[in-house]
């Protein structure tokens, strides 16, 4: 395949790559090659957190492990799709599980949430690597069933463990893209976010009326006041967290009382 030419996944062929340890028989004998899968996908990750996911090409990997794109093809026929589902059940699968032993379920929970924000501190190219259906790769399995286990003992449903799973992982990747646009304006802008309420202050002043907007003028200026900025990524998360662990403590209430 030339390697300009754009590549269809096959739904087969990348499953097949992602248990590939699972799949293929141990060496024996004969030398290991210098290029494999895992070399590839990890060049490709390690591209992805210093330069983001758009520096991820064919090309590019092909460059970082010293070998032709076509080469880097002949392990990843799928090209850059089927690659980022690679590079996503790796980080997936070599990511931290802690023990549960003695926690509650919030505290469970929260160490999910934890977990997952800082799988997204760490590799913020995650927030765009989003694929229309998951890879079910070894790291997509043991994630999925690890973080269901943190639900475990609540009376719930198993359509509801889901659910909830969902909402919190949804939470949290929502709180990961604010705190990464955050993290991008101040040197899109050359100006941090204090340096710029300041500048505009004046502007703000003469064009918004207290009379008008009473409370916009007043919570604005008390929540700028504490946050330090219009926005703060680990208020909103301590916060959002809260709530969120706060509503699913209800549901837990009401199926213990069912």
Known sequence: MPPNKPATPDPARTLSLLWRHSLEPSRTRGPRPSLTVDRVVEAAITLADEQGLDAVTVRSVAQAVGASPMSVYTYVPGGKTELIELMLDAVYLRADRPAWDGLGWRERVLSVANQNRALHAAHPWLIHASTSRPPL???????????LSAFDGLGLSDVEVDAALTFVLGF??????????????????????AAWWEAQAELIGRVVDPTKFPRATRIGEAAGAAQGGAYQADAAYRFGMDRVLDGLGQLVERRKEA
């Open 137 to 147: 790769g070894p790291g997509v399995i043991t994630k999925y069933e690890y973080e």
């Open 172 to 193: 949290v990747q929502a709180n990961a893209r604010s705190a990464a646009e955050a993290a991008a304006l101040p040197e899109a802008t050359a100006m941090t976010d």
